[in-house]
């Protein structure tokens, strides 16, 4: 086209040239530029405004490659990025306010904002709020529930199916209401979506690492994970990629990734309400939207949210259930509303749920001890750790707290186990080195740990929070805490020796050949057996 408008055009030229030529006979054609060399010049032109926009761009990239406080400074560059993503953050969370008004909520004297930049969210209050003030209620019809799974979701049309069906009927797990959160999630038409966009990353243990879990230096915890994993990544196997290849149309295998479904678990098993109206409803789980943006403080009144039947919700009239929310304590505007997910909760049930310690509470921490027997230590010098216990039958086992006391019935346990005697012959030197190994003991079991107590406390204090990074803060406060449990069982054990004989000084002199080392390096249990009675072996399990 553009050829055959260049030849065409110039023969136009040509003509009208030769009809000026006739009135004067001066006029030379080459004095009137042709088409190609007017397109020729523009190209030469536009080659030459290119040429200088480039060079501009290279002189500003320069300049800004030499700032030092731009591209050079990474810190300053973490600040830009905390930015946008707090940025993201308000937008997605005006769209959640936005949803939840038009549906039926009411949302008074609160909002959810970030508590530092980069960070998590919290509630807090836009007004003046006085101790057990209603501040906002969510319609159940606004929930990622059990219920709204099986009403108002495509779990009902997989109900049908018997292999699902199975996973549905499980108490306690509530696949139905992870199976809707996996669907919601990537519906981009779903009624919930607003939600589904705001609800964070679980930060659960049991989505962390190998490596981060071993941090915490805990085996009880690294066995409660690794469990977990194994029944998330073996109904992912069995139910999820069931789902993928039979209803392709709801799941696939692109946004349905196992890292997804591990997500909406964790997130179904550490953010729902436990709801158990007082209408006799029977009890379900439900994602609750701000509801779930309430942070822990221990400490505060439990009893600030209950489920009620609203007749007025307009939105849901076969289920006008209602979230209830009251202001557990008086707060003035500008402060963040926390409430108490619970008092009594261990450290280890803190990371592996929450993924978190929270620093006001440690009333739940314990480690046990448990003594067992075996009488044929010469056969079990090769055997783990793991084989041994598994054939010891259990003869005690004690829960010690942070007092660090062990009672004494345990230690009495300990000393007829030990020494094969009756409770009547346990004499006062047979009492006193039954404490000197315990205290031995626990301190080879925290000599062997990766770290010290004291290098974990040093650390602590010597770094800020923000520098030591999320994940490695609560590495340190979690097992700097058992081992101070740890410190205090043998302190109170030197001074239940020393009440028993004043001369005691060195309760780790009490040492008996015959007591058992454990050996972390290898993972196995070594004896010093030289003679044949059966030897005690105490297991720790920590917080």
């Not at 065409?8 to 000026?20: F, G, Q, W």
């Not at 320069?62 to 700032?67: M, P, Y």
């Not at 809707?180 to 779903?190: A, C, I, R």
Request: aromatic share 12%.
């Amino acid at each position: 086209k553009s050829i055959f408008y260049s030849f065409s055009h110039k023969n136009k030229m040509e003509e009208r040239v030769s009809l000026k030529s006739t009135q004067n006979d001066n006029f030379d054609i080459d004095d009137y530029p042709s088409p190609q060399t007017k397109k020729i010049n523009k190209i030469f032109h536009l080659g030459i405004i290119f040429g200088i926009i480039i060079i501009c761009c290279f002189l500003t990239l320069f300049v800004i490659s030499k700032s030092d406080h731009i591209i050079s400074d990474p810190q300053n560059s973490s600040h830009q990025n905390s930015f946008t993503e707090d940025h993201i953050k308000e937008q997605k969370y005006k769209r959640l306010v936005e949803w939840l008004l038009k549906s039926g909520a009411r949302i008074e004297g609160v909002e959810g904002k970030s508590m530092f930049a980069g960070g998590g969210r919290g509630l807090y209050a836009t007004k003046n709020l006085t101790e057990q003030e209603n501040a906002f209620s969510i319609p159940s019809s606004l929930w990622i529930s059990d219920r709204n799974a099986l009403r108002r979701s495509i779990v009902l049309y997989l109900s049908d199916d018997e292999f699902v069906k199975s996973y549905l009927d499980k108490p306690g797990d509530s696949w139905g209401l992870i199976l809707m959160l996996e669907y919601e999630q990537y519906n981009p038409f779903s009624f919930w979506k607003p939600y589904t966009d705001f609800i964070p990353k679980p930060a659960s243990a049991i989505g962390w690492s190998d490596a981060e879990i071993n941090e915490m230096q805990s085996d009880i915890l690294r066995i409660n994970v690794k469990e977990n994993q194994k029944y998330i990544e073996t109904t992912y196997n069995e139910l999820m990629v069931y789902l993928i290849e039979k209803y392709p149309h709801f799941y696939n295998s692109e946004n349905n990734t196992y890292e997804s479904f591990l997500a909406s678990t964790l997130t179904c098993w550490s953010r729902t309400f436990e709801t158990t109206p007082s209408s006799g409803l029977p009890m379900e789980r439900g994602l609750v939207p701000l509801g779930d943006l309430l942070n822990h403080h221990a400490g505060i009144p439990q009893t600030h949210w209950q489920m009620t039947l609203d007749t007025t919700n307009k939105c849901d009239t076969h289920d006008p259930l209602t979230f209830e929310f009251y202001a557990p304590q008086s707060k003035n505007a500008g402060e963040q509303i926390l409430v108490s997910y619970s008092d009594t909760r261990a450290t280890s049930d803190w990371v592996q749920w929450a993924g978190f310690v929270p620093l006001e509470s440690n009333y739940g921490d314990f480690i046990t001890l448990t003594i067992s027997e075996n009488n044929n230590t010469n056969e079990n010098i090769n055997k783990t750790a793991e084989e041994i216990l598994n054939q010891m039958p259990v003869n005690k086992t004690t829960w010690v707290g942070i007092d660090g006391l062990i009672p004494e019935p345990f230690i009495e346990e300990y000393i007829t186990s030990r020494y094969q005697i009756t409770p009547a012959e346990i004499s006062q030197g047979l009492l006193i080195e039954a404490l000197g190994e315990l205290a031995d003991y626990l301190r080879n079991f925290e000599k062997n740990l990766n770290t010290t107590l004291e290098q974990d406390l040093l650390e602590l204090d010597n770094q800020d929070k923000n520098k030591l990074g999320f994940k490695r803060f609560q590495a340190l406060t979690f097992r700097s805490r058992f081992k101070k449990i740890i410190r205090k069982i043998i302190d109170n054990l030197r001074i239940r020796a020393k009440r028993s004989d004043p001369k005691i000084e060195n309760l780790f002199d009490l040492k008996d050949e015959n007591s058992i080392v454990y050996n972390f390096d290898d993972n196995e249990w070594s004896f010093s057996s030289k003679i044949g009675y059966s030897l005690v072996i105490i297991s720790i399990n920590q917080i």
